[in-house]
């Protein structure tokens, strides 16, 4: 039996190293759990994996449980999500050299089109558009007559393969499947996804919104999500996230009074979750959140407050609460059925900043992540400018953002937003010279642009200012002279780090996380090296990152090398230790034990 995770990223979910989805744990434990089958008797493969074998299987399972599938566009460091042309690549050379094998592919991709799901089925798959999981049971009993069973499957549950599973098989097969997590090649600095819901909360949806997909809400029992994060506790892993809902303030909410489309939430079901997680797994070294709505924040703002502070007394330092803003144009706003207006918007940045932007560690507790959207139907050419006023006044009234994402909108079938992109009088109100899309488009590109210029990097500076250290940096990637480093967290910023920082390319080889002192940002990265200094290692190029060092100051370091001592050190940049953003013991001067491994002026 295998696992084959294409990676999942949703709206409430996301499945790109270094996270790995409930998807994959829950489809290794229906097999356990629901069919008996030995945890020795399943493997698990990413699609990098898979690629880099070749694009071919080194074994021959009976079934594959096939994990894919994005309804949100993002760009990923960590690994490269499979696409639906990898799936069919993937199920075509199994069909030919496979054929007696079963391939069930589920997750997300259960949205795809008719004609998506249609190759799929030519090309030899399952394509389950209900719970892959729930099907993994029903199948796993079925050892050595895996074939017969799927046809039989389809027959008795129909063609669409649309059975949910519910939460109390859940909490057994997270349990069951967490010996997932020591097979994948990022264990043990791996985040795991916690799921507390599946739905949202608000009795209206967003006209872009597939969470809606699921239905009402239905929540898991807080004594299952302990159990869970026990067992994965037990097994080594101390990285977990609470990503899998909607909006996290509404976890156990009361659904019986709503305003303004919101349930009234309940801050003593946060502190529930929160206590009873960190007791279940007393040694964890991140726990994160992922999205939280600003416009309950207004709507109930004293609840809101009290939550904040329960998850600021819980998590981890660094965390970053993703509210799905979208625009605040007005019209946008009422057009899409979108979450708070402009001002509320604000209120709930206010709420979150009062707690979260206290710092431990350094860095602050936890920040507010703007989701921004281009694509909404009602946009016109003053949409965007809204929008970087509105980010503008963020930074002038001295609130902190820990990220500002800005995508495409992507339109799914039997959504609002799809009723009224085929509606031509849904946008009659604005001029159609005002709406043309070349002129969204270079409004759009213009101000993206300011916002990468004059918000992002400020605001990166106010909340990484330099000197700052960042403990459990990953290593990821090398691109353009530089190594791409992120520590394990919730939207971690990525920091790059000059690829002849000798402590930061041995990490880079050995996969293991190092601290990286913050020396600067560029674009939407921070700019770092591997602490202490090692100051009689650095190369020139390395050396120029350090704040008023500069070229010449650079050089004369490097060539004076070894330097003895912090004064030395301070003497050459013409620094005064007091201004200086590196202090004493952040520096190690040692002489170089292997003259090799000094690097070089960086100018080769």
């Not at 604000?346 to 921004?372: Q, W, Y």
Request: proline share 7%.
């Amino acid at each position: 039996m295998l696992i084959l995770d294409f990676y999942v990223d949703e709206p409430a979910c996301f499945g790109v190293p270094p996270y790995l989805s409930p998807y994959a744990r829950y489809a290794a434990g229906a097999l356990v759990a629901g069919g008996k089958i030995p945890a020795e008797k399943i493997s698990y493969l990413t699609v990098d994996q898979w690629r880099a074998d070749g694009k071919v299987l080194n074994q021959e399972p009976e079934l594959v449980a096939l994990v894919a599938g994005h309804t949100v566009p993002g760009k990923y460091l960590g690994g490269k999500i499979g696409t639906v042309t990898e799936v069919v690549e993937f199920l075509q050379w199994r069909k030919q050299h496979q054929p007696s094998g079963v391939t069930l592919v589920g997750g997300p991709i259960r949205y795809a089109s008719p004609e998506i799901r249609n190759i799929i089925r030519d090309a030899g798959g399952y394509l389950v558009r209900g719970d892959l999981e729930f099907y993994l049971a029903e199948l796993a009993g079925s050892v050595g007559n895996m074939k017969a069973a799927a046809e039989n499957l389809l027959e008795e549950r129909g063609p669409g393969l649309g059975m949910r599973r519910s939460y109390e098989v859940v909490d057994r097969w997270s349990e069951a499947g967490a010996f997932l997590t020591n097979l994948h090649p990022n264990f043990p600095h791996l985040i795991l996804e916690l799921e507390t819901y599946r739905g949202c909360t608000r009795s209206v949806f967003c006209s872009f919104c597939t969470e809606a997909f699921y239905g009402r809400p239905e929540f898991r029992k807080p004594e299952g999500i302990f159990a869970e994060v026990a067992e994965l506790s037990r097994l080594g892993n101390r990285f977990f996230r609470l990503g899998r809902q909607a909006d996290l303030m509404t976890y156990l909410p009361d659904m019986e009074d709503f305003q303004n489309s919101f349930p009234r939430p309940r801050p003593e079901s946060l502190e529930l979750l929160y206590a009873g997680i960190r007791k279940a797994a007393p040694d964890l070294e991140l726990l994160h959140l992922d999205n939280i709505n600003p416009g309950l924040i207004s709507t109930f703002p004293e609840e809101a407050r009290e939550i904040s502070r329960i998850i600021c007394e819980y998590n981890t330092p660094g965390d970053t609460a993703a509210m799905g803003l979208e625009t605040v144009d007005p019209i946008v706003v009422k057009l899409n059925d979108l979450k708070c207006s402009r001002e509320e918007a604000m209120t709930a940045i206010e709420i979150i900043n009062e707690h979260g932007a206290r710092r431990s560690s350094g860095i602050p507790r936890l920040l507010p992540g703007i989701n921004l959207i281009h694509g909404l139907p009602g946009e016109s050419d003053t949409t965007f400018q809204q929008n970087y006023e509105f980010l503008q006044e963020v930074m002038d009234r001295g609130f902190l953002l820990r990220r500002i994402n800005i995508r495409q909108v992507v339109s799914y079938k039997n959504t609002k937003m799809q009723s009224l992109q085929q509606d031509p009088t849904s946008e009659s109100e604005i001029p159609r010279k005002r709406r043309r899309p070349d002129t969204l488009e270079k409004k759009f590109l213009y101000y993206r642009d300011r916002i990468r210029k004059e918000i992002d990097q400020p605001m990166l500076l106010q909340t990484f200012p330099p000197g700052t250290k960042l403990s459990h940096v990953i290593p990821e990637a090398k691109n353009q002279g530089y190594i791409l480093g992120r520590q394990l967290g919730s939207y971690p910023v990525t920091i790059k780090i000059p690829i002849d920082d000798l402590q930061a390319n041995l990490a880079f080889q050995n996969r293991k996380p190092i601290t990286v002192i913050i020396l600067g940002a560029q674009e939407r990265s921070l700019i770092g090296l591997s602490w202490p200094l090692r100051i009689n290692e650095l190369s020139s190029r390395a050396l120029e990152q350090i704040p008023g060092a500069g070229k010449k100051r650079a050089s004369r370091v490097y060539r004076s090398r070894p330097i003895a001592s912090y004064n030395d050190f301070l003497s050459l940049l013409e620094a005064n230790s007091s201004s200086f953003s590196l202090q004493e013991s952040d520096c190690d001067f040692a002489s170089v034990a292997n003259p090799s491994l000094a690097g070089t002026s960086g100018k080769d």
